[in-house]
């Protein structure tokens, strides 16, 4: 049996709407492909957003700015040695981008200029933090993508 062009075109067509089925119905499926939005309220979250940039800017005339480092009992935040510890307030939000319901927010408080976020609670990975703190009625962030 001998196939002309037009018969092979319409096979070409077929094979390739039957691959695209099946990588749809296989995406919507299966759950290791499923991945959450960074927040349920995206658009609440988007009028804020100048807030953000008015907030990193304040960060950026800080002599020294919010550190982090991997320890062996987790992670371990330093806050600017100059400033008074106990006036530093705000909260550390943990987003994993890959589980949603291992995401954490964190309030500080500080003994010291240290806050030690506890190596039980995160898992190997890249996390995103966001270190929303406020010192002297000015506002702080900090944000940065790790792996831990």
């Known amino acids: 049996m001998r196939i002309n062009w037009g018969v092979?075109?319409?096979?070409?067509?077929?094979?390739?709407?039957?691959?695209i089925m099946f990588f749809v119905i296989k995406m919507n499926t299966e759950?290791?492909?499923?991945?959450?939005?960074?927040?349920?309220?995206?658009?609440k979250e988007e009028l804020n957003y100048q807030d953000a940039i008015d907030k990193e800017s304040n960060?950026?005339?800080?002599?020294t700015d919010v550190k982090w480092k991997k320890s062996a009992d987790g992670i371990l935040i330093e806050f600017p040695s100059d400033l008074d510890h106990k006036k530093i307030s705000g909260k550390v939000f943990l987003?994993?981008?890959?589980?949603?319901?291992l995401d954490m927010?964190?309030?500080i408080s500080l003994s010291d200029h240290y806050l030690l976020i506890p190596d039980d609670r995160l898992l190997d990975g890249r996390w995103n933090i966001s270190i929303d703190w406020k010192y002297n009625q000015m506002e702080y962030l900090f944000k940065e993508e790790i792996v831990y």
Do not use: C
Request: charged share 30%; aromatic share 18%; hydrophobic share 40%.
């Open 95 to 101: 987003y994993r981008p890959s589980n949603k319901q």
């Open 31 to 43: 759950d290791k492909y499923d991945h959450d939005l960074v927040t349920d309220e995206y658009y």
């Open 105 to 107: 927010e964190i309030p």
């Open 59 to 63: 960060a950026k005339t800080l002599k």
């Open 8 to 19: 092979g075109i319409v096979i070409a067509f077929v094979l390739f709407i039957a691959f």
